[in-house]
Each structure stands twice: as C-alpha cells, then as structure tokens.
T-cell receptor, first 112, second 111 residues
C-alpha cells in the first residue's frame, strides 16, 4: 500500500464547476500538507500548504485537512480552462528537512 | 521569489554516456532534492542533500550519484545512462517552513 493515495483521473468538468481533488494517507506522522499544480511539460509549482486540520482559503482555492480521517482535499471554485493541469498532493512529518511524499497526481481538464 | 534553474530543459543522450544534470538556486536554501517523474509512478526521490558535501540516498538511487560542492548547486550524475533512465528530472529546494520549490525540469531521453 502506498503511503499517499491519489486518484490519477482524468477528471473532466465544465467551466464554472466546483472541483474537488482528494488524497488519503496512511502515515499519522504527516503534519505538513501541500498541493502543487503542474502544467504540461513544466515543473510543479506550490499552490497551497497547511500544517493544521481545518480549511485554508486562497482566492478560488481551499485546502482542507482532516487528520482524524487521514484525508486532504483541494477545492477549486469557479473553475477555469486555465486550471487544467495535474494537481499533486504532498505531505511530510513536522521536522524541517524531511522529504515530501507525493501522490501520483490527478489530471484535471476544465472544458469551456 | 525563489529561483531554481536547471541546466537543460531537454536532453538526448545515448546509452552508456555519462550525463550531468545541474541545478542552481539563489535563495541560500540548505536542502536540495532530485526527483524523477514518470507517468503512473508520480514523483520519486533519487538523492537529497542537507548541506555542502553532504548527500543521502532517496528511494531510487541506483544508477545515479550526486555532487554538492557549493551550497547553491546540486548536480545529478548518471554514470552510464540507460534507456530506463528516460524521464523528467526535477530539482527542488526547501525553505525554512518546509515549502519545497521546483525547478522547471529536464526531460531526458536516452536512446
């Protein structure tokens, strides 16, 4: 069993839809949670990070962490065609310098 | 803004060649990582470094080595390239609050 599970998709939605991207994990030591967005043929870019349970909002993006269920989500409101990309979740224990463990990434396609 | 640069965006090499992939960062970060990314397998850690001249093996170090002679530069070396090393290679640096910043990636093809 992988430490981090993420549905690879592809997930196809119409423009304006609310998108929900999810990851589950098995290691209860994970404390830092991040979401990266990767456009085709580019390196991933950090979208959001959080280190506590609950919600964190940034514009159209909301990151949600439920440590009791070992489940994290990224919500995208009013999705746009420019949001079409691969979204990777990543997580690590609290200690600085610890390597991240990544999900496989979910391909998102937003159709206009 | 953190800037992470990689020496090449696209590289084509032949089997058996020695390949150098270089990564440079300008944020004085101590921690640097090399990942490879393959379809269906996600990101896998090859090597990482917490300081100059320091290196540690990641999950898939076989066939690779690294060099960290200066803080800002972390090099990945393929001693004798093989076709199964065709992949996207990503260099990453880590800031003080555990954020990781990616370079643009090098797409390596080994023929």
């Amino acid at each position: 069993q992988k430490e981090v599970e993420q549905d690879p998709g592809p997930l196809s939605v119409p423009e304006g839809a609310i998108v929900s991207l999810n990851c589950t994990y098995s290691n209860s030591a994970f404390q830092y949670f991040m979401w990266y967005r990767q456009y085709s043929r580019k390196g991933p870019e950090l979208l959001m990070y959080t280190y506590s349970s609950g919600n964190k909002e940034d514009g159209r993006f909301t990151a949600q962490v439920d440590k009791s269920s070992k489940y994290i989500s990224l919500f995208i409101r009013d999705s746009q065609p420019s949001d079409s990309a691969t979204y990777l979740c990543a997580m690590s224990p609290m200690e600085y310098g610890n390597k991240l463990v990544f999900g496989a990434g979910t391909i998102l396609r937003v159709k206009s | 803004d953190v800037k992470v640069t990689q020496s090449s965006r696209y590289l084509v090499k032949r089997t058996g060649e020695k390949v150098f992939l270089e990564c440079v960062q300008d944020m004085d970060h101590e921690n640097m990582f090399w990942y490879r990314q393959d379809p269906g397998l996600g990101l896998r850690l090859i090597y990482f470094s917490y300081d100059v001249k320091m290196k540690e093996k990641g999950d898939i170090p076989e066939g690779y080595s690294v060099s960290r002679e200066k803080k800002e530069r972390f090099s990945l070396i393929l001693e004798s390239a093989s076709t199964n090393q065709t992949s996207m290679y990503l260099c990453v640096t880590q800031g003080g609050d555990n954020e990781q910043f990616f370079g643009p990636g090098t797409r390596l093809t080994v023929l």
